[in-house]
């Protein structure tokens, strides 16, 4: 099983003048003990929920710290988890993946779901679209990245998108594109969604973890799709009191159940440095 940092908290100490090379030096330890992704939010402030702090607390935009990790790493696939949809037009999100993959050596990944965040859309005058809304956005925003990836460069249509030529260039560096992940487990919508287009999806542990699992093969079975083909991606907590040894119990169970990476976050922990001394032997014992 495979680990992945997700970074979700930048409240980090030294303030934001230290943020550059922090980040830069969690992100190069982190791939030199072995993890082999990395990934982060796409919130724009924090999200005042999972222990993670208040909205006033430090949030990088996510492309932006993309982008700066391409740069100094050298390994690691690089996506969001997740972007929310209604955050970008959808042939500018493509276009944004496509440059990460090609400036990063082909390690870009899109991870998209039909979330957002109410009070910060509207505190910055983003989109707050209904949840249907978000959903009919969602496929239509994989459909177009998918097209823009593609060789066509033909019209798209939607109910909410028009676009007159998809044009793409330079293309990415992955083929046919490059990884994707649908995060969420809406059984009804997301997870069909997963089914029909994703490369990977992003379901947490617990005692519906296998229910989520069966819901999801039942949609692979509806649309044709080879349920063995989507790789199963978890996300789990650490604080300042867990071990390696409490990451290996949370992560050895979900190697059971067929889950190829565990994505791992800390909460409350202000230096960096303490997560990777947790990770690092996880990412030994989980080989």
Known sequence: MEIGLHIADYAWSGGSAAL???????????EECGVTRITVMDHLWQMNAYDLGPYENDMLEAYSVLNFLAAVTSTVRLHTLVTAVAYRQPGLLAKQVSALDVLSGGRAGLGIGAGASVDESRGLGLPTPSTRERFELLEEAVQICLQMWSDSDAPFTGRHHQLERTLNVPQSLQRPHPYLLIGGEGEQRTLRLVAQYADACNIGGGDQTVHKLDVLRAHCEAVGRDYDAIEKTTLFAINPETTTDDILRMAEPMRELGFSTAYIF??????????????????????
């Open 266 to 287: 800390a909460q409350q922990m202000p230096d960096p440095g303490n997560i990777i001394d947790v990770i690092a032997p996880a990412v030994a014992g989980l080989r």
């Open 20 to 30: 550059g090379p922090r980040l830069a030096q969690h992100a190069r330890e982190a």
